[in-house]
T-cell receptor, first 113, second 119 residues
Framework: GDSVTQMEGPVTLSEEAFLTINCTYT??????LFWYVQYPGEGLQLLLK?????DKGSNKGFEATYRKETTSFHLEKGSVQVSDSAVYFC????????????FGKGTRLHILP | NAGVMQNPRHLVRRRGQEARLRCSPM?????VYWYRQLPEEGLKFMVY????????ESGMPKERFSAEFPKEGPSILRIQQVVRGDSAAYFC?????????????????FGQGTRLTVV
């Protein structure tokens, strides 16, 4: 079945470091791909998305490119801030009969000042 | 357009009581998902519902847990005879129906969650 695998955390970086959080997927058909972010004590918010191969989603300095050949959607940011500390979830959805959205397990990110 | 509304935000129950968690999806959304998040852990899928139908309940414990999404009114996640291990944050998400279109995918919108504490 469809699935999402993302790197396990926690990931700890210093402020202004480069961030990569890996995400790979398995899906039949042509999924849309998403990154959600959960700040402490809050619900999940959509961070960015890409709906077809080679699309690049971007928001708040974060980027992720839909790579069909490697079935990946890695999240990157060139210079992280303390305020980026959160849990990040990779997800996919397919327009199959049941339209289910599938999440990875989440990666906790700690940014040190 | 109001977002996904969950209530209550915080719920305290004694062991053995029932917990009822409510989720009103965004207007026009007919798909609802429930997830559970234990402290310091990721999201665990519980159940996926469309109006009046349970599509996938593979993540729901077989006993004490049930979910519904009636034709009118919010989706309800019900936990009977709660135990301490049920203490967690429960998140609801909604998305619109895609019908038979295969050229459009859309994201899920999340509520703020209900934090259940069993004492």
């Amino acid at each position: 079945g469809d699935s999402v695998t993302q790197m396990e955390g926690p990931v700890t970086l210093s402020e202004e470091a480069f961030l990569t959080i890996n995400c790979t997927y398995t899906a039949t058909g042509y999924p849309s791909l998403f990154w959600y972010v959960q700040y402490p004590g809050e619900g999940l918010q959509l961070l960015l998305k890409a709906t077809k191969a080679d699309d690049k989603g971007s928001n708040k300095g974060f980027e992720a490119t839909y790579r069909k050949e490697t079935t990946s959607f890695h999240l990157e940011k060139g210079s992280v801030q303390v305020s980026d500390s959160a849990v990040y979830f990779c997800a996919l959805s397919t327009a199959n009969r049941d339209d289910k959205i599938i999440f990875g397990k989440g990666t906790r990110l700690h940014i040190l000042p | 357009n109001a977002g996904v509304m969950q209530n209550p935000r915080h719920l305290v129950r004694r062991r053995g009581q029932e917990a009822r968690l409510r989720c009103s999806p965004m207007k026009g959304h007919s798909h609802v998902y429930w997830y559970r998040q234990l402290p310091e852990e990721g999201l665990k899928f519980m159940v996926y519902l469309q109006k009046e139908n349970i599509i996938d309940e593979s993540g729901m414990p077989k006993e004490r847990f049930s979910a519904e999404f009636p034709k009118e009114g919010p989706s309800i996640l019900r936990i009977q005879q709660v135990v301490r291990g049920d203490s967690a944050a429960y998140f609801c998400a909604s998305s619109p129906s895609l019908g038979r279109r295969t050229d459009v995918n859309t994201e899920a919108f999340f509520g703020q969650g209900t934090r259940l504490t069993v004492v």
